[in-house]
């Protein structure tokens, strides 16, 4: 038997050499990406929050930033965990709670943790650069841009149920990436089916923060600039819960404001709970603290605009008096904005054959009018939809409620039709809009060339492809193009003041 000796100096070398060559464990379960904080106001436009996702093994991590300010790499304050997991969901047994068949136990998710750091003294409306250290090591660095104040124009892209992981969903975020807006909303059906930790690994997370842009592979956009959602029905599955313990992945995974209505959410919690194995409850309550389920409804600034978000889900009952003075307060308190935009998921007008009858949201119109909203954003219908600038006075049922069994609600709207591009570019009511073909399969394609088939309130109605909104806001106009997933403009308005 030869014997091969190696000496110290060439057993260094080669260690070196393999340390240079072979990767080591990725540092990251999620790569870095960028949400607005609980910071409704401007006065707090000069931060941001970073959010990642590592294994359960506490390590030393700092985040430094650079603007044009700042002449080398600036220490951020200590970023902050939360350990987030879910236990094996329960099996389902046909016939038991009104299932229709078996189906088995959802595995586990391990313990993992939630980093968040804040991003301090950025300059309103201008990128700069971050990067984040474990164990004093850069192993992750981005451009992010910082949000922008009331004198500066913006532009935002906007798209609704989106993460089937569907060829179009990365189409989609390819043609959000090249129109390179300063944020995302995405008006809820965040994820599918169930809101999941696992379909957020799946089917979001690869999709929105892919290193490289391509409209087969989705775009970097999660780490660049901020992404602000509210909840659809499939992101709050709460009758899935007790199968599903890795749900609600909303609370856990998202960082927006927190001043939205508890206190209505308390009259109406009777509609809102968990069911299911208590210890599931109680892990998902700890990685959701404060967030659950506050964090539903808020509103904040951005620019010249103020944005009021709710969960239209139907746990919530906005016809509730309190939920109801929640809302016009709100508004009321956003007079001297220049623009007021409301986002919610399920649209209270719409002319699709598929969820026609759930119309329990136009019951808040006369409050978006009272209040001067000049566009509500919707999505839940996947498709785009564009009603006429409208006004509308609901009308009880028969029996004297606000909506019928299926949300059917009766009443009169009056329409703007004269509302166009040119010296009639000044609404005369509420412009709704269906944002909701950002990736899962399109809704009644058949009705786009069928306007007969169309509610008298609306416009335009594009089924047969994917797209996005991408909205200008300058000042005192506002000009929203609806972008198709191969980039053609498929709608195109502007709103002057
Ligand atoms: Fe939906």
Not at 224 to 232: L, Q
Not at 283 to 297: D, H, S, T, V
Request: with cysteine; glycine share 8%; aromatic share 12%.
């Amino acid at each position: 038997m030869s014997k091969v000796t190696l000496s110290a100096a060439s057993l260094f070398a080669a260690a070196l050499l393999l340390s240079q060559t072979t990767p080591g464990p990725e540092p990251f379960l999620e790569k870095p990406y960028l949400q607005l904080g609980d910071a409704p106001k401007l006065s707090a436009s000069a931060s941001l929050v970073l959010m990642w996702h590592t294994d359960a093994v506490p390590a030393q991590w700092a985040v430094e930033v650079r603007t044009s300010k700042d002449s080398a790499w600036r220490a951020v304050g200590q970023p902050w965990s939360q350990t987030v997991s879910a236990p094996a969901g329960e099996p389902t047994v046909a016939g038991k709670n009104g299932a229709k068949k078996d189906a088995p136990a959802t595995p586990a998710i391990e313990p993992h943790l939630v980093y968040r750091a804040r991003l301090t003294n950025l300059i309103a409306g201008q990128e700069f650069r971050y990067r984040v250290l474990k164990a004093g090591k850069p192993v992750f660095d981005a451009t992010g841009r910082a949000r922008k104040s009331a004198g500066q124009p913006f532009r935002f892209a906007l798209f609704g149920d989106c993460g089937q992981g569907t060829p179009a969903e990365n189409a989609v975020a390819y043609q959000a990436h090249l129109a390179k807006p300063d944020f995302i909303f995405i008006p809820g059906d965040i994820v599918y089916g169930s809101g999941r930790i696992s379909e957020y690994r799946t089917r979001f997370f690869p999709n929105y923060n892919a290193d490289e842009p391509a409209a087969s592979n989705g775009a970097p956009l999660l780490r660049s600039v901020p992404f602000i959602a509210v909840p659809g029905n499939h992101d709050t599955a709460l009758a899935n819960y007790p199968r599903f313990p890795d749900s609600l992945a909303y609370f856990l995974y998202w960082d927006q404001p927190l001043n939205g209505p508890m206190a209505p959410l308390d009259a109406v919690k009777t509609k809102h709970v968990l069911t299911g194995a208590a210890a599931a409850q109680s892990i998902f309550l700890e990685g959701a603290k404060p967030r659950y389920p506050r964090m539903a409804n808020f509103s904040f600034d951005y620019g010249n605009s103020h944005w009021t978000v709710l969960d239209a889900n139907t746990y919530m009952d906005w016809n509730s008096p309190a939920l109801r003075e929640w809302l016009a307060k709100d508004l009321a308190a956003a007079q001297s904005a220049t623009w007021r935009i409301v986002a919610f998921h399920q649209p209270g007008f719409n002319s699709s054959k598929q969820h026609f009858s759930e119309q329990y949201m136009r019951a808040l119109s006369p409050i978006f009018e009272t209040n001067h909203v000049d566009i509500v954003f919707a999505g839940h219908v996947h498709n785009y939809q564009r009603s006429f600038p409208l006004t509308f006075v609901p009308a009880p049922q028969a029996d004297g409620a606000a909506a019928g069994p299926k949300g059917e609600v009766a009443g009169e709207w009056k329409l703007n039709k004269a509302f166009g591009d040119g010296a009639a570019a000044k609404p005369d009511g509420v412009i709704y809009i269906v944002s909701g073909a950002g990736g899962a399969e399109l809704y009644n394609p058949e009705q786009q060339n069928d306007p007969a088939s169309w509610q008298t309130f609306t416009t335009k109605f594009i089924s047969q492809v994917h797209s996005l909104s991408v909205v200008d806001i300058d000042g005192k106009t506002m000009r929203l193009k609806q972008v198709s997933d191969t980039g053609d403009v498929v709608d195109s308005f502007r709103i002057a003041k």
